[in-house]
């Protein structure tokens, strides 16, 4: 092994940004980018499709991982695609013992082949959307024993619009089955999260107030990180240069607060499906939650709860 294949001490401080599809994961990759502390993996791990992964399957494992990245796909600014493709094919070949030292690997590769980078990381940051938010933080905690989390929750029936007006200007109209399953989706990981807010190894973030008060919410965040507040992390940057963050609705290198509803830009079918799954959902998730004892409740109660541990905190 090479010294460049020596993943140096500041890997181990890893940082994974959590939430639903849509509930603005990727702009807040992009404002944490810039900053001379804390090195950002720039697309989706990918964790949701390895938690039941037995690494036995390596090489095929391995194979697996680099055939979902969206990184090998996308030519960004800042960063030399073409080394980091040739790495890539020959990491394809090595032996590697766990998908803990792949990740390692691979996320010290693109730090080598990234123009305008931290000089000095202490820790590194990746994002993963979606999925069964328990089994995903788990398996992060597995392999990072004291990796930290930075939750993302955003209203679910914002996230739901979101991914049908997305799917709408992709040219895809959703059938009955899919409207369900994506209103379904983030209201089934809000429910998770809310379980975790009181831990004090989660910082939560609110999409609407990371839109509305960037600076101050991204202050917050930083104090969680134990790395210093900047003004770069007030706008997206993706390897130190301005971007448009990759799934907004805006074109803008700015963060813009919406003021939209939920059903703006639904069509009625739309707006009544919604509706009447995200009742069924919602009156299923409140019996689960007294049934376990958990917590639930509307979002404006949950973002109060949140809002209220962040300033017990400080």
């Known amino acids: 092994m090479n010294n460049e294949d020596q993943v140096p001490e500041w890997l181990e401080n890893a940082v994974l940004i959590y939430g639903p599809r849509k509930a603005g994961t990727t702009l807040l990759q992009n404002l944490h980018d810039g900053n001379n502390e804390l090195f950002v993996y720039p697309v989706e791990l990918k ?9 036995k399957s390596q090489p095929v494992t391995t194979d697996l991982y680099f055939d979902l990245s969206l990184l090998l796909k996308k030519e960004l600014p800042n960063f030399d695609n073409k080394s980091y493709a040739s790495y890539v094919k020959s990491l394809r070949n090595e032996r590697i013992s766990s998908l803990r030292e792949l990740i390692q690997k691979d996320i010290y590769a693109v730090y080598r082949f990234a123009e305008n980078k931290p000089t000095n990381p202490t820790h ?4 993963e959307v979606g999925g069964d938010t328990i089994k ?5 905690r597995q392999m ?3 990796g930290k989390v930075v939750m993302i929750v955003r209203d679910p029936l914002m996230v739901t619009r979101s991914v049908i007006l ?14 369900m399953k994506q209103t379904k989706s983030p209201m089934r990981n809000l429910y998770d999260q809310v379980q975790l807010i009181n831990d004090m190894s989660f910082h939560f973030v609110v999409y609407e107030k990371l839109t509305a008060d960037t600076s101050g919410t991204m ?3 930083c104090g969680y990180l134990g790395i210093k507040y ?3 992390h007030e706008y997206p940057t993706l390897f130190g240069e301005k971007t448009v963050t990759s799934t907004s609705s805006r074109k803008t290198r700015k963060v813009f607060q919406s003021k939209n509803k939920w059903h703006h830009d639904l069509s009625f079918r739309e707006k009544l499906l919604v509706w ?24 404006p109660e949950i973002v109060k709860e949140i809002e209220k541990e962040i300033e017990n905190r400080s």
């Open 47 to 55: 964790l949701k499709r390895f938690h039941r992964t037995i690494w």
């Open 124 to 127: 590194w940051c990746a994002k």
């Open 136 to 140: 995903i933080i788990s398996f992060w």
């Open 144 to 146: 990072f024993l004291d």
């Open 166 to 179: 997305d799917r709408r200007r992709k040219g895809i109209r959703l059938g009955a089955r899919q409207i």
């Open 219 to 221: 202050q917050g965040v």
């Open 230 to 232: 900047a003004s770069v």
């Open 276 to 299: 009447i799954y995200s009742t069924i959902i919602n009156i299923g998730l409140f019996n689960k939650a007294q049934k376990e004892g958990k917590k639930y409740g509307s979002y």
